[in-house]
């Protein structure tokens, strides 16, 4: 299992810091950010190799299940 920030979003918050730079904004001046969005992703291959069992409701709540 893995929860963490979305692997995407971080790369399309550093092109929207890079436009305003690029019209004119001061580095220095722009707010640092936090990641907003999370994923929760559930490897079932590697959980059946260890011999763990995944509750139905866990399988349900995850954003991508690896099969």
């Known amino acids: 299992m ?3 920030p ?3 979003e971080p790369y399309k918050r550093a092109a929207v810091m890079i436009d305003k730079i690029l019209k ?3 580095p220095a001046d722009l707010p640092v ?3 907003t969005k ?3 992703i559930i490897n ?3 959980a059946k190799q260890i011999g763990l069992t995944i ?3 866990a399988l ?3 954003d991508r299940v690896i099969r």
């Open 38 to 40: 999370f994923e929760f």
């Open 2 to 4: 893995s929860y963490g």
């Open 55 to 57: 509750p139905p409701d």
């Open 33 to 35: 950010e936090q990641p």
């Open 60 to 62: 349900a709540r995850a």
């Open 24 to 26: 004119g904004a001061k």
């Open 6 to 8: 979305d692997r995407v």
């Open 44 to 46: 079932l291959k590697a």
